[in-house]
């Protein structure tokens, strides 16, 4: 579903993402990789379209946006 507003998990579902997706996954090489984006651009969704394609890597996905509010 294109126009859903929580973070998308399949390719399917991604619009026009391949590159960003295969940078990401050359990143997998490196210990560390950062994502770094402005809010709501589709961050969360290449993160978890690769979990769902990469199942030979150890995730580790935590979403803390309930705690942003508690650092103000």
Do not use: C, Q
């Not at 126009?3 to 990401?24: G, H, S």
């Not at 090489?29 to 651009?41: A, K």
């Amino acid at each position: 579903m294109l126009f859903d507003p929580k973070p998308k998990e399949r390719r399917e579902d991604l619009f026009d993402r391949d590159d960003e997706l295969n940078k990401l996954r050359t990143g997998l090489d490196y210990p560390v990789t950062l994502l770094l984006g402005i809010r709501r651009s589709g961050k969360s969704s290449l993160v978890k379209v690769l979990m769902s394609e990469e199942k030979d890597v150890i995730w580790i996905y935590l979403d803390l946006r309930k705690y942003e509010a508690m650092h103000t």
